[in-house]
């Protein structure tokens, strides 16, 4: 039974047994991410201190400035999970294509894979507000011991075994699934122990928050103009606040705890939006839903896209069920 005071590794070993594929290898990945996690928080940390901010040069495959802590936060979680011999592939929002891994031992029998956004919300920390880490696993589904292949990465969200993510804030979480609830952890860096401070994590089934880029506001389709004035409007418990952070860990964190919507629909500039179905919707989707929330493209379960490519995007609606659902019948009432 979870309790409070519970570190992260004594609540891993506690429920292992109670995760359906059983075997201590789910356990050792979240264990390497969360050590993973502990470095690259440090070095978020530090980040006003050194002049480590700033673009390190390059462009990652969508044409966006990569910010050092990007390169930093990718190379730490890549080495990781690579150096403990744990999973068999990984594909990560910086990288052009998946990577992968040789197991030392002769037969690598490492089934599971893992994708990654290493540094989510990137261009807040310059400006000293939160930022996170999203992460996805799923099995493989070509035979163990052979070298992955794309099909691997491209499985339905509804395939994940686990997702979960690392928010940077005021204070240092992580908050996973392995398909019964979400667990949230926060860090005590005196320590440098993640104690189960949030167990069994529910959305609100209406909340009074929405998250929506409003700049983009002219550029949204119909049913999402729409719904964002039905959201202004004084009658029964609304109009609701907004709140955007420019993260989506940040935003999807405070929602899910306070109760409300995120929202990064397509625009006439954007035609599917801009995050990636791989390594930020479908997890974010199976954490909503773990948490009884929902999480949507405006027409489907973001969790049932047939993905088609690593770094595809799509239109992302999700939080507490009732404002999804709510946002959804604008949707198909201008579609
Ligand atoms: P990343 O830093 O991994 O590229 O992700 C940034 C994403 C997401 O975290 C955030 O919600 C969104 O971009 C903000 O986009 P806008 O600045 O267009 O609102
Ligand atoms: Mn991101
Ligand atoms: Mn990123």
């Known amino acids: ?187 005590n860096p005196a320590i440098g122990s993640y104690y189960l401070s949030h167990p069994n994590i529910k959305f609100p089934e209406n909340g009074s928050i929405y998250s929506v880029n409003e700049g983009n506001y002219i550029h949204f389709p119909q049913g999402i103009k729409n719904y964002i004035k039905y959201c202004q409007k004084e009658e029964d418990n609304r109009p609701y606040t907004s709140r955007y952070i420019g993260s989506l860990v940040s935003d999807f964190h405070r929602n899910m705890i306070k109760g409300g919507i995120y929202m990064y629909p397509k625009s006439s500039k954007n035609s599917n939006g801009k995050l990636r179905l791989l390594y930020e919707c479908n997890p974010m989707a199976f954490l909503a839903e773990q948490a009884n929330g929902k999480a949507s493209d405006g027409f489907t379960r973001i969790m049932d896209i047939a993905p088609t490519e690593l770094h595809q995007r799509v239109p992302f609606i999700c939080g507490s069920k009732n404002m999804v659902i709510k946002a959804e019948e604008f949707m198909f009432a201008a579609k």
């Open 1 to 187: 039974m979870a309790s409070k005071n519970q570190t992260l590794g004594e609540f891993i070993i506690e429920n292992q047994s109670s995760f359906k594929y059983s075997s201590g290898e789910l356990s050792r990945l979240i264990n390497s991410i969360r050590l993973a996690a502990k470095v690259v928080n440090h070095e978020v940390n530090k980040a006003g201190l050194v002049d480590i901010i700033g673009a390190a040069g390059d462009t990652n495959i969508q044409g966006e400035n990569q910010q050092k802590l990007d390169v930093y936060a990718n190379e730490k979680f890549i080495h990781t999970l690579t150096n403990r011999n744990i999973v068999c592939g990984i594909a990560s929002e910086e990288e052009d294509d998946f990577i992968t891994i040789n197991s030392q031992d002769e037969n690598h029998q490492n089934k599971y894979i893992v994708l990654i956004d290493p540094l989510d919300g990137s261009s807040n920390i310059d400006v000293n507000v939160s930022v996170g880490t999203i992460f996805s696993v799923y099995r493989r589904i070509t035979p163990v011991g052979t070298p992955v292949k794309l099909k691997d990465f491209l499985q339905k969200g509804s395939q994940q075994v686990a997702a979960g993510y690392i928010v940077y804030g005021t204070s240092t979480m992580l908050v996973y699934t392995t398909g019964d609830g979400v667990n949230g952890f926060t860090l």
